[in-house]
């Protein structure tokens, strides 16, 4: 016998999150985040650390 058609507004929590659970795809390794290049203009500790350590070897 066919199961009857229950609208989601009348299925328990669990059921409705069943349903949508189903129905969600995967992204298969896809971070859907918006990336943004930084600007070569900002200041970065790090970068400039690296230029002084390579014009005087003797910095440490």
Do not use: I
């Not at 009348?10 to 949508?20: E, G």
């Not at 290049?37 to 350590?53: D, H, I, L, N, P």
């Amino acid at each position: 016998m066919m199961q009857k058609m229950v609208p989601l507004d009348k299925m328990s929590k669990k059921q409705r999150l069943a349903v949508h659970r189903a129905k969600r795809g995967s992204w298969n390794g896809v971070v859907p985040v918006t990336r943004v290049k930084e600007s070569g203009k900002r200041y970065k500790r790090c970068r400039e650390t690296a230029k002084q350590q390579r014009m005087n070897p003797l910095y440490e």
